[in-house]
């Protein structure tokens, strides 16, 4: 099965791609939704940030209270570090659980899209990368619209994240989002001929 890996920093259009890919009948493994249903309680996830962080990071009803989680992690890196490699290590584990069912079906193709592919060594498992990459003001712009935040606080996440010439170095395909969803097609559909999943 020819597993493809999407991924690319935040505000640069991932979800759009993921959203055409699904269109040409591609199973779609999203690692952030994996990532929020394994914290459902009970959820070994959970129970094992708990052990880690204290139970200041849950909600009264016992799930995880996001905001306090991230005021920990966000100004300690090492904190940080220890988040990250809890998450990914279930994260990962649920998503080859997904992607052997998949096989077994003979899926032909399937896409893993997930923002941290190589933070979490998704990329191992991959057949084909696809980064998807756009200016830095673009990016800004989508990140202060959809998630309601401030200039200053967008332009922090973007910073932190990796840098175009990592993704362009470390990626199969690269898809350049700095137009319209249309624009995007073209180079969609191209890349599915090379790969073999779509027939000329």
């Given at each position: ?28 493994i999203n690692a952030d939704e994996v990532y929020h249903q394994l914290l459902i309680p009970p959820s070994k996830c959970l129970n094992e940030l708990v052990d880690s962080f204290g139970t200041s990071i849950l909600s009264p009803n ?139």
């Amino acid at each position: 099965m020819l597993v493809i890996g999407l991924t690319g920093p935040s505000g640069a259009g991932k979800s759009t791609v993921a959203e055409r890919l699904a269109a040409y009948g591609l199973p779609i493994i999203n690692a952030d939704e994996v990532y929020h249903q394994l914290l459902i309680p009970p959820s070994k996830c959970l129970n094992e940030l708990v052990d880690s962080f204290g139970t200041s990071i849950l909600s009264p009803n016992g799930t995880l209270n996001r905001r306090a989680l991230g005021e920990i992690v966000f100004s300690h890196p090492a904190a940080l570090d220890r988040l990250n490699a809890i998450a990914h290590k279930h994260v990962m584990e649920e998503i080859r659980n997904q992607l052997e069912l998949l096989r077994r079906k003979n899926t032909r193709a399937a896409v893993l899209d997930a923002p941290q592919l190589f933070e979490a060594g998704a990329n191992r498992d991959c057949s084909v990368i696809i980064s998807v990459l756009a200016d830095t003001k673009l990016r800004l712009e989508r990140i202060v619209e959809r998630d309601g935040l401030d200039a200053d606080t967008a332009y922090r996440r973007i910073a932190a994240q990796k840098k175009d010439e990592f993704f362009r170095s470390h990626s199969d395909y690269i898809i350049e989002n700095n137009g319209s969803a249309e624009a995007l097609y073209p180079q969609i559909h191209r890349i599915l001929l090379e790969t073999g999943v779509l027939t000329p």
